[in-house]
Structures are given as C-alpha cells and as structure tokens.
C-alpha cells in the first residue's frame, strides 16, 4: 500500500522546483537553441566541399598498379576539411554544449516525475546525464580523432589506403564506442521521463507523446537532417517549466502530486458540465454502467 506523501515533503519538494525551475528552463532552450545552431553550422559548412564522381573513381580504378596506392582522390575533400577545422570544432563544441544542456533539463523533468511518481525507476533519474555526458564526450572526441587523421594524411602521400586509415583510427573507433551507449542512454531517458510525466500529469499528451518520438529520432534518424523535432519539444518544455503554458499550467506542477491528464472524453464532459452551469442548467446525467454478462447477452442476440 502506497504511503501518501506528508504536507512537509511536498512543500519542500515545490520550493525546490521553483528554485531549479528558471535555471531548467534555460537549459531547455539553450539545447534547442544549440542543438539546432550546431546542425545548420555543420550544414551549411559543408555545403560547398569538393566532391568526387563515378567517373573519376573509375578512371582511377583504372589506373596501372595497385589501387590503394593511387591518389585518394578525397584529397581535396580532406583538405577543406583541414582548412575549415577551427570552424568545424567549433560547431562540435556547441552541439556537445546542447547534449549537455539537453541532459539538465531530462534529469530536472525526471526528478519532478519520482517525487509524484514514487514507482519511477531511481536510476532514469541518473540517465539523461550519464548519456549527455557520454555523447558530448563522444561529439569532441569523434572531431578531434579526424582533425588528427585529416592533419597525417595530408602530411603523408594522400593514397586511398591512407585515406581509408582516416576512419578506422583508435581514437574515432573509441569515439563511435562511446557515442553508442550514450544515444541509447539519452533515447531511453526521454522516453522514460515522457511517458511518465505524461502519466504524473506534468507533461500534456502532446508534448509527453512529441518526446517519445524525439527519445526515437535520437537512435533512427529519419526524416530532415536538421533536429526540428527535437528542438520544438525541447521549446514547449522550456515554456511549461517557466509555467507560461497558453492553456494554463498542467495541475501537477502546482499541487506536487500526480494529476493524471484527462482523457478526450473527460474533457468534453467538463466542458459540458460547464456550458450547462453557465446556462443555467443541471449538468447532462451520467450513463450507466452496463454488466459485462448482460454485454455479451447483447452482443449474442445480436449475432
């Protein structure tokens, strides 16, 4: 049987909400912000790299003697690439910036979520920042291993066996091995919070549900290439942390308990009920329950 939690420890658990909550609706919108800046950043950087064809690749092919000592002919591209590094770090450093900042506002949500929610998994509250930091660690590390791969081969004699050596570094491999865990990590995370704070009543459906979906998008990827969807959730969460919903604050966040999200059909009796009040009429009567013996009764006769 479920102990009810005492006035005290709401009270306490509200004040601490309130303190935090400025400082998680910023981070909120500092990982839409930064996330969606680093994309466009990487994007837009790469839009005019030089690019090799079929046909160069062929005429390489070719060529007499032993193919891999041929000159790579992602020479050029690598070679942008080392011109444009200071710019191409830099965009890494703001997209490891949003993992972090996405990190801080799950775990916030996730806290909020167990103090309502007492059944909630202790250790989701400890995976949105284990998997930020994981993945931001990765982010910096997967771009620095190819600046360091990029800088030898361009040093070296730029054949197609060196510029393959580029992607199976030790240092990218570990980046790609750390970055897997914390994906998982973060997707787990925001489906876990979503559909809890769905339950607590802290998140509407919509947004619990758009969550989910981002927690999915994290691991398969589809659709634009930019992060839109993840950065939208991440401003509508950043707007009921400050309590500036449109619709009026989900009642969970300001009773400390869990408020579940009415149903569509709940809904539609309040506004029922209230239409009738203000005209003045009693509120439409409630159907009776119909037994399950005389259900299937009906449905017999029916067939």
Known sequence: M???????????????????????????ALAALLTFAGAVWGSVLFTDVPRSGLVEALDLAAQPGAVGEQESLRAATYAFYDENKASVLLSSVVRALGLLALGWAITYLAVAVRGRRPEFPKLALYLPAIGAVLSAVATMLSTVATMLSVSDFLAGARTLDDADAINSSGLLLTAQFINLPGLLALALALVLVSLNAMKVGLLTKFVGVLGVITGGLLIFPIGSPLPIVQCFWLVLLSIL??????????????????????????????????????????????????????????????T
């Open 2 to 28: 479920a102990v009810e939690d005492s006035s005290t420890d709401v009270e306490s658990r509200l004040a601490w909400e309130a303190k935090q909550r400025a400082p998680a609706a910023l981070a909120a």
């Open 241 to 302: 942390f400050l309590q500036r919903w449109p619709a009026g604050q989900p009642p969970a966040w300001r009773t400390g308990r869990a408020e579940p999200w009415p149903s569509g059909a709940e809904i539609r009796k309040q506004r029922q009920a209230a239409a009738a009040a203000r005209r003045g009429e009693a509120p439409p009567p409630e159907p009776e329950p119909v037994a399950a013996g005389s259900a299937r009764r009906k449905r017999k006769r029916r």
